[in-house]
Protein backbone atom coordinates (compact mmCIF):
# COMPACT_ATOMS: atom_id res chain seq x y z
CA UNK A 1 0.00 0.00 0.00
CA UNK A 2 0.88 3.45 -0.32
CA UNK A 3 3.01 5.73 1.88
CA UNK A 4 3.25 9.62 2.11
CA UNK A 5 5.94 11.58 3.94
CA UNK A 6 5.64 14.71 4.59
CA UNK A 7 8.25 17.07 5.69
CA UNK A 8 8.31 19.09 7.79
CA UNK A 9 5.58 18.40 10.25
CA UNK A 10 5.90 22.24 11.91
CA UNK A 11 7.15 25.13 10.43
CA UNK A 12 7.04 28.81 11.98
CA UNK A 13 8.43 31.26 9.71
CA UNK A 14 8.07 34.94 9.94
CA UNK A 15 6.62 37.20 6.99
CA UNK A 16 8.39 37.43 4.25
CA UNK A 17 10.33 34.35 4.46
CA UNK A 18 10.84 31.98 1.63
CA UNK A 19 8.86 28.56 2.02
CA UNK A 20 9.79 24.67 0.93
CA UNK A 21 7.56 21.76 1.99
CA UNK A 22 8.25 18.15 0.91
CA UNK A 23 6.17 15.30 0.10
CA UNK A 24 7.25 12.13 -1.35
CA UNK A 25 5.38 9.10 -2.13
CA UNK A 26 5.97 5.34 -1.64
CA UNK A 27 4.63 1.91 -2.78
CA UNK A 28 3.28 3.24 -6.31
CA UNK A 29 4.67 4.58 -9.38
CA UNK A 30 2.94 7.23 -12.12
CA UNK A 31 0.48 8.73 -9.11
CA UNK A 32 -1.42 11.87 -9.74
CA UNK A 33 -0.18 14.19 -6.60
CA UNK A 34 -1.95 17.11 -4.88
CA UNK A 35 -1.57 19.84 -1.73
CA UNK A 36 -4.58 20.46 -0.04
CA UNK A 37 -4.65 23.22 2.23
CA UNK A 38 -7.14 22.48 5.37
CA UNK A 39 -8.31 25.39 7.74
CA UNK A 40 -11.30 25.00 10.14
CA UNK A 41 -14.51 25.69 9.21
CA UNK A 42 -13.17 25.94 5.06
CA UNK A 43 -12.80 22.01 4.08
CA UNK A 44 -9.86 20.82 2.15
CA UNK A 45 -8.84 23.51 -0.42
CA UNK A 46 -7.27 22.24 -3.85
CA UNK A 47 -4.44 24.40 -4.11
CA UNK A 48 -2.15 21.95 -6.64
CA UNK A 49 -2.44 18.76 -8.44
CA UNK A 50 0.08 17.16 -10.78
CA UNK A 51 -0.15 14.30 -13.46
CA UNK A 52 3.09 13.85 -14.15
CA UNK A 53 6.30 14.93 -13.80
CA UNK A 54 7.04 19.02 -14.67
CA UNK A 55 3.13 19.08 -14.96
CA UNK A 56 1.11 21.44 -12.68
CA UNK A 57 -2.30 22.88 -12.56
CA UNK A 58 -3.52 25.43 -10.13
CA UNK A 59 -6.60 25.50 -9.09
CA UNK A 60 -6.58 29.11 -6.67
CA UNK A 61 -4.32 32.22 -7.22
CA UNK A 62 -2.18 33.22 -4.52
CA UNK A 63 1.31 32.95 -3.09
CA UNK A 64 2.16 29.83 -3.54
CA UNK A 65 3.69 27.53 -6.17
CA UNK A 66 4.21 23.79 -6.46
CA UNK A 67 6.97 21.65 -8.31
CA UNK A 68 7.37 18.04 -9.36
CA UNK A 69 10.94 17.03 -10.31
CA UNK A 70 10.57 13.78 -9.79
CA UNK A 71 7.63 11.51 -10.26
CA UNK A 72 7.00 10.28 -6.80
CA UNK A 73 8.08 13.97 -5.65
CA UNK A 74 5.81 16.72 -4.94
CA UNK A 75 7.03 20.19 -3.47
CA UNK A 76 4.77 23.09 -2.23
CA UNK A 77 7.12 26.59 -2.41
CA UNK A 78 6.47 30.22 -2.01
CA UNK A 79 9.38 33.17 -2.48
CA UNK A 80 7.78 35.18 0.43
CA UNK A 81 5.44 34.53 2.63
CA UNK A 82 2.04 35.73 3.85
CA UNK A 83 0.45 35.52 6.94
CA UNK A 84 -2.46 34.19 5.22
CA UNK A 85 -0.80 31.28 4.19
CA UNK A 86 -0.46 29.65 7.47
CA UNK A 87 -2.28 26.59 7.56
CA UNK A 88 -2.31 22.63 7.50
CA UNK A 89 -1.51 21.33 4.09
CA UNK A 90 -2.00 17.81 2.87
CA UNK A 91 -0.08 16.01 0.84
CA UNK A 92 -2.02 13.22 -1.46
CA UNK A 93 -1.65 10.45 -4.19
CA UNK A 94 -4.36 8.97 -5.84
CA UNK A 95 -4.76 5.03 -5.99
CA UNK A 96 -4.16 3.33 -9.10
CA UNK A 97 -5.23 6.13 -11.07
CA UNK A 98 -9.05 5.47 -9.61
CA UNK A 99 -11.37 8.48 -9.89
CA UNK A 100 -10.78 10.14 -6.76
CA UNK A 101 -9.66 8.13 -4.18
CA UNK A 102 -6.78 9.36 -2.44
CA UNK A 103 -4.16 8.64 0.30
CA UNK A 104 -3.11 11.33 2.61
CA UNK A 105 0.02 12.31 4.34
CA UNK A 106 0.17 13.45 7.97
CA UNK A 107 0.08 16.85 6.86
CA UNK A 108 2.33 19.77 7.71
CA UNK A 109 1.38 22.96 10.30
CA UNK A 110 2.68 26.17 9.13
CA UNK A 111 2.43 29.30 11.37
CA UNK A 112 3.54 32.22 9.61
CA UNK A 113 4.31 35.27 12.60
CA UNK B 1 -18.30 24.31 -11.35
CA UNK B 2 -18.07 20.78 -9.26
CA UNK B 3 -18.61 22.06 -5.33
CA UNK B 4 -20.06 20.31 -2.95
CA UNK B 5 -22.08 21.71 0.34
CA UNK B 6 -22.13 19.86 3.66
CA UNK B 7 -24.96 21.90 5.90
CA UNK B 8 -24.09 20.54 9.10
CA UNK B 9 -20.95 21.84 10.56
CA UNK B 10 -21.15 20.51 13.99
CA UNK B 11 -23.03 18.37 15.35
CA UNK B 12 -23.08 16.76 19.08
CA UNK B 13 -25.02 13.65 19.74
CA UNK B 14 -24.78 11.23 22.57
CA UNK B 15 -23.91 7.49 22.51
CA UNK B 16 -25.95 4.82 20.91
CA UNK B 17 -28.38 8.37 19.14
CA UNK B 18 -28.99 7.72 14.47
CA UNK B 19 -26.62 9.89 12.74
CA UNK B 20 -27.54 11.62 9.63
CA UNK B 21 -24.66 14.08 8.03
CA UNK B 22 -26.18 16.02 4.89
CA UNK B 23 -23.89 15.78 1.89
CA UNK B 24 -25.15 17.62 -2.06
CA UNK B 25 -22.96 18.43 -4.74
CA UNK B 26 -22.71 19.88 -7.80
CA UNK B 27 -21.16 17.97 -11.27
CA UNK B 28 -22.34 17.89 -14.37
CA UNK B 29 -20.89 14.44 -15.53
CA UNK B 30 -20.46 11.03 -14.23
CA UNK B 31 -19.91 11.15 -10.11
CA UNK B 32 -18.12 8.95 -8.28
CA UNK B 33 -18.47 10.19 -3.92
CA UNK B 34 -17.11 9.74 -1.35
CA UNK B 35 -16.90 10.08 2.39
CA UNK B 36 -13.74 10.67 4.37
CA UNK B 37 -13.33 10.71 8.01
CA UNK B 38 -10.04 12.24 10.32
CA UNK B 39 -10.15 10.87 13.63
CA UNK B 40 -8.23 13.01 16.16
CA UNK B 41 -4.96 13.16 15.49
CA UNK B 42 -4.85 10.65 12.33
CA UNK B 43 -4.47 10.67 8.62
CA UNK B 44 -8.05 11.71 6.49
CA UNK B 45 -9.04 8.10 5.41
CA UNK B 46 -11.42 6.57 3.23
CA UNK B 47 -14.93 5.84 5.06
CA UNK B 48 -17.07 4.43 2.00
CA UNK B 49 -17.31 5.56 -1.87
CA UNK B 50 -19.63 5.20 -4.52
CA UNK B 51 -18.25 4.78 -8.15
CA UNK B 52 -21.78 3.10 -9.66
CA UNK B 53 -24.29 -0.30 -9.22
CA UNK B 54 -26.00 0.02 -5.06
CA UNK B 55 -26.99 3.52 -4.32
CA UNK B 56 -26.74 2.53 -1.14
CA UNK B 57 -22.84 1.49 -0.02
CA UNK B 58 -21.61 -0.03 3.44
CA UNK B 59 -18.48 1.66 4.49
CA UNK B 60 -16.29 0.76 7.43
CA UNK B 61 -17.43 0.88 10.98
CA UNK B 62 -21.08 0.29 10.12
CA UNK B 63 -21.25 3.88 8.47
CA UNK B 64 -23.40 3.84 5.08
CA UNK B 65 -24.22 6.40 2.43
CA UNK B 66 -27.05 6.78 -0.07
CA UNK B 67 -26.73 8.27 -3.41
CA UNK B 68 -29.76 9.99 -4.70
CA UNK B 69 -29.19 11.27 -7.76
CA UNK B 70 -32.28 12.92 -8.56
CA UNK B 71 -31.54 15.27 -5.18
CA UNK B 72 -27.69 15.47 -5.84
CA UNK B 73 -27.29 13.95 -2.34
CA UNK B 74 -25.16 11.68 -0.91
CA UNK B 75 -25.88 11.62 2.85
CA UNK B 76 -23.89 9.36 5.66
CA UNK B 77 -25.41 7.43 8.15
CA UNK B 78 -25.16 5.39 11.28
CA UNK B 79 -28.06 4.02 13.24
CA UNK B 80 -26.12 3.96 16.43
CA UNK B 81 -23.06 5.61 16.86
CA UNK B 82 -19.99 5.35 19.58
CA UNK B 83 -18.06 7.78 21.25
CA UNK B 84 -15.20 6.53 18.59
CA UNK B 85 -16.65 8.21 16.07
CA UNK B 86 -15.95 11.76 17.32
CA UNK B 87 -13.92 13.07 13.78
CA UNK B 88 -14.48 15.08 11.27
CA UNK B 89 -16.00 13.86 8.54
CA UNK B 90 -15.81 14.91 4.73
CA UNK B 91 -18.07 14.38 1.35
CA UNK B 92 -16.04 14.72 -1.87
CA UNK B 93 -17.08 14.32 -5.34
CA UNK B 94 -14.77 13.52 -8.25
CA UNK B 95 -13.99 16.00 -11.25
CA UNK B 96 -11.16 15.25 -13.85
CA UNK B 97 -8.46 14.52 -12.16
CA UNK B 98 -9.02 15.75 -9.02
CA UNK B 99 -11.35 15.15 -5.95
CA UNK B 100 -13.44 18.46 -4.41
CA UNK B 101 -13.86 18.13 -0.75
CA UNK B 102 -16.95 20.12 1.62
CA UNK B 103 -16.08 22.29 4.20
CA UNK B 104 -16.58 18.86 6.64
CA UNK B 105 -18.74 18.52 9.80
CA UNK B 106 -17.36 18.05 13.27
CA UNK B 107 -18.99 15.05 15.09
CA UNK B 108 -18.93 15.00 18.62
CA UNK B 109 -20.48 12.23 20.52
CA UNK B 110 -20.96 12.16 24.28
CA UNK B 111 -20.74 8.77 26.84
Known amino acids: SQTIHQWPATLVQPVGSPLSLECTVEGTSNPNLYWYRQAAGRGLQLLFYSVGIGQISSEVPQNLSASRPQDRQFILSSKKLLLSDSGFYLCASNRDRVAGELFFGEGSRLTVL | ?111
Open chain 2, 1 to 111: AQSVSQHNHHVILSEAASLELGCNYSYGGTVNLFWYVQYPGQHLQLLLKYFSGDPLVKGIKGFEAEFIKSKFSFNLRKPSVQWSDTAEYFCAVNAPDKLIFGTGTRLQVFP
